[in-house]
Nanobody, 120 residues
Framework: QVQLVESGGGLVQAGGSLRLSCATS????????MGWFRQAPGKAREFVSC????????MYADSVKGRFTISRDKAKNTVYLQMNSLNPEDTGLYYC?????????????WGEGTQVTVAS
């Protein structure tokens, strides 16, 4: 059974940092690309970042480029999202999923999400 479990969210002041984790199981992590999306209340799900299976390529939304870093650890079957210089516009429910694209429609197997709230 495929499982993706996000963690690491919380409440942080503007300018602060958080590191999100997505622990995976039930599929061969090594050969799968992975991505992060977020969704704020009343807004559509938004692409954040993705990484290829060998960590050779990454993509970022313009809104997070230079502040967020995606990485993965094949020994732990986990993908990470390091978020620095957070601002209130980064608030939302953050999801990880299998895939490598800016469109959420091209992803399979989503986690339940972890809430990130940035206070001004």
């Amino acid at each position: 059974q495929v499982q993706l479990v996000e963690s690491g969210g919380g409440l942080v002041q503007a300018g602060g940092s958080l590191r999100l984790s997505c622990a995976t199981s039930g599929f061969t992590f090594d050969i799968n690309n992975m991505g992060w999306f977020r969704q704020a209340p009343g807004k559509a799900r938004e692409f954040v970042s993705c990484i290829t299976r060998g960590s050779g390529s990454t993509m970022y939304a313009d809104s997070v480029k230079g502040r967020f870093t995606i990485s993965r650890d094949k020994a732990k079957n986990t993908v990470y999202l390091q978020m620095n210089s957070l601002n209130p516009e980064d608030t939302g429910l953050y999801y990880c999923a299998r895939g490598y694209d800016r469109s959420w429609a091209n992803y399979d197997d989503w986690g339940e999400g972890t809430q990130v709230t940035v206070a001004s």
